[in-house]
């Protein structure tokens, strides 16, 4: 499965599993067990729009694709930024 194909299968099992479609993968890796993804959802639409709550997913798909598991990881509004340069 190539890295494009993973993303796609990441993002669609997630948007079935959440009722929401993810905004964007922000990470995504090889691993022996097939691939690893983090994805960021919107989970809390406010005004302004810099105030909603996003969440990061972290996810877990088989080398063929499928979710074998996923886990929400941080949440934080859209407008914050991270100040740990390895996220």
């Not at 194909?5 to 990441?10: G, I, P, R």
């Not at 959440?18 to 964007?24: F, V």
């Not at 890796?29 to 105030?51: C, D, H, K, N, Y």
């Not at 929400?72 to 740990?84: C, F, H, I, N, P």
Request: hydrophobic share 35%.
């Amino acid at each position: 499965m190539s890295a494009s194909e993973a993303t796609k299968s990441a993002i669609e099992q997630l948007t079935e599993l959440l009722g929401r479609a993810p905004e964007t993968v922000s990470a995504l890796r090889p691993t022996e067990q097939g691939w690893e993804a983090e994805v960021e959802v919107l989970e809390l639409e406010r005004v302004p729009e810099t105030s909603s709550v996003m969440a990061s997913y972290q996810i877990v798909l088989d080398p063929a694709g499928r979710l074998m598991a996923y886990e929400r990881g941080r949440r934080y509004t859209r407008a914050q930024v991270d100040r740990d340069s390895r996220r």
